[in-house]
């Protein structure tokens, strides 16, 4: 099994940033993927911020410029720096990865996501 376990929401001024972390646990054997998701209160989540091995990052249309994305590969870590933070960009903020990882003696590739961390900006 593997585990994704966020840290660094919470409260901020408009205009203010916070740093979201997400490591990455367990028997893992490779990591695809990493990223970020949203969702606000009666919304459907969305795409935030997306960062495939050796690939492009993706940003949603509300948060480029804004926001970046990155990964410790070492650490198995996605980080996402919030920048010029925004009463709309409160929500619940969610850990995503595409992991393939060791499961009764088979190799696994499975969508994990974290637990959430509340991110909350205030006018």
């Known amino acids: 099994q593997v585990q994704l376990v966020e840290s660094g929401g919470g409260l901020e001024q408009a205009g203010g940033s916070l740093r979201l972390s997400c490591a990455a646990s367990?028997?893992?054997?490779?990591?695809?993927?990493m990223g970020w998701y949203r969702q606000a209160a009666g919304k459907q989540r969305e795409l935030v911020a997306t960062?495939?091995?050796?690939?492009?990052?993706n940003y949603a249309d509300s948060v480029k410029g804004r926001f970046t994305i990155s990964r410790d590969h070492a650490k198995n870590t996605v980080y996402l720096q919030m920048n010029s933070l925004k009463p709309e960009d409160t929500a619940v903020y969610y850990c995503?990865?595409?992991?393939?990882?060791?499961?009764?003696?088979?190799?696994?590739?499975?969508?994990?996501w974290g637990q959430g961390t509340q991110v909350t900006v205030s006018s």
């Open positions: 995503n990865a595409d992991i393939t990882y060791w499961q009764n003696f088979a190799e696994v590739r499975r969508d994990t």
């Open positions: 367990g028997s893992i054997l490779s990591i695809n993927a």
């Open positions: 960062l495939p091995t050796g690939g492009s990052t």
